[in-house]
Each structure stands twice: as structure tokens, then as C-alpha cells.
């Protein structure tokens, strides 16, 4: 559902309350907003954020030992093959690209569980919940996307909060980016990577429409260079 974006200047007092809190580095004060007043938000549709979350489920299912041959035939009995990127496929089906980048999607997987409301809680305080590969496909007993969709039952976020949570994000992967290069200690357990992977499913999966937005990027299009 398309809605109007809450308030952009109360969202970044409430992450950079947050970021106080967590005793973080503040951005600057031109540090852009991530959408203006008046815009309107929407998440993408539910069924296309439980198909990236059952790919990025394949692709760490790969980094984590399982074979090409039956990462693939899940895909094509699940009728996904077509759904991944070029790295991805490169990735899943024969073994190239750098498995370590691939390893960090935990993050992004935990963000779009987060997204689909079968993840509670996004604390940049704490890593991935525990048990959360239990809320995704169970690949090893062969259960299909279809049947996984049936079994979660998935009851997407508001696309106002999923908004708030971007900014929150978009703040934080600055302030633990610049908290690293003055090697200031982190409030938690996470990385400016791990950080970095779940804004990079918020900036994916919450698109706006306003005179500054274009059209939503593809996964591999998501642009975190501000």
C-alpha cells in the first residue's frame, strides 16, 4: 500500500536520538535526508521480498557447503531460477565470485525476515536472530518456495516503520563507518558490514516516489555511497 512518508525531519531526530543513545559519531548537519516531506512510500510487494529472502537463503546455503547441483535443482523446482542476479548465478551454480561478500547477506536476509515480519526485532545492538534460517526454506528436506510461503504466512511491515528503519540505518552505516576510521569502540556486536547489509535491503526493499526518487533500483543497483 502506497502511502504519505512520515515526517523526514522527526524520523532523523529519532535516529540521531538513537545514535546518541548507542554513543555513536553524528552525521554532519548536511548530512541529505532519505526522502522529502510530501513524498509518498511503499514496500515493494510482499511476494517479491519472500523471493529475494529464498534466493539470499540459496546463495548462504551455498557458502555454507551445499552442493551446486542441488542448489540449482531447488531453484528450478521452485521456479526462482530466473530471480538471481548475474554474481548470484555465477555464485550458486558454479562456485565463482568471493565467498566472504556472499557470506555477509546474513544481514541482508535478517533485514528482509525483518521486513516480512517473521524477524521481531532489528536491534543494531545484536547479530541475526537465532533460529532465523528456521523461519526460511528448509533446503535440506527439500521443502519448495511455494511451501514455505504457505507454512510462514508472512504479514509485511508498515511501510511507514520499514521508512523510519531505513533512515535509522542510513544513519547508522555512516556513523560505524566513521567510528572505524577513528577506531572508536562499537556499541554491539555488529560491524559497519553487517550494518551495511541491512540498509542495503531497507534501500532495496522501501521505494519512494517524489520528484527526487527514480525508478526502484535491482538488487544489485542499490547505490550506499552516501
Known amino acids: 500500500m502506497t502511502v504519505t512518508s512520515p515526517d523526514p525531519q522527526r524520523v532523523r531526530e529519532a535516529s540521531l536520538e538513537e545514535l ?4 555513536l559519531p553524528l552525521p554532519p548537519p548536511n548530512f541529505p535526508l532519505a526522502w522529502e516531506p510530501g ?3 511503499e514496500l515493494r510487494p510482499g511476494a517479491e521480498i519472500e523471493v529475494r529472502a529464498a534466493i539470499l537463503n540459496v546463495v548462504l546455503a551455498r557458502v555454507a557447503g551445499m552442493p551446486p547441483e542441488l542448489a540449482t535443482h531447488w531453484l528450478d523446482r521452485s521456479g526462482l531460477q530466473d530471480r538471481l542476479t548475474g554474481p548470484e548465478w555465477q555464485f550458486v551454480a558454479e562456485g565463482d565470485g568471493d565467498e566472504r561478500s556472499f557470506a555477509l547477506h546474513l544481514e541482508a536476509l535478517f533485514a528482509l525476515a525483518w521486513l516480512l515480519g517473521i524477524a ?5 545492538l545484536l547479530p541475526s536472530a537465532d533460529g532465523l534460517m528456521e523461519r526460511l526454506p ?5 521443502e519448495t518456495f511455494s511451501a514455505w510461503r504457505q507454512r ?4 509485511p511491515r ?3 516503520d520499514a ?7 542510513y544513519c547508522l552505516d555512516w556513523s560505524y ?3 572505524e576510521r577513528r577506531r572508536l569502540p562499537l556499541p554491539g556486536q555488529l560491524d559497519s558490514n553487517a550494518v551495511g547489509q541491512r540498509r542495503w535491503a531497507l534501500e532495496w526493499a522501501v521505494v519512494f516516489t517524489g520528484p527526487y526518487h527514480g525508478d526502484p533500483p535491482g538488487w544489485e543497483e542499490v547505490d550506499l555511497s552516501t
Request: glycine share 8%.
Open 120 to 124: 521481531m526485532d532489528l536491534d543494531p
Open 20 to 23: 546518541h543513545r548507542l554513543r
Open 177 to 179: 563507518l566513521e567510528a
Open 158 to 160: 508498515g511501510a511507514g
Open 152 to 155: 510462514t504466512l508472512a504479514a
Open 138 to 142: 528448509n533446503l535440506p528436506q527439500g
Open 39 to 41: 513524498d509518498l512510500v
Open 163 to 169: 521508512a523510519a528503519q531505513l533512515d535509522l540505518y
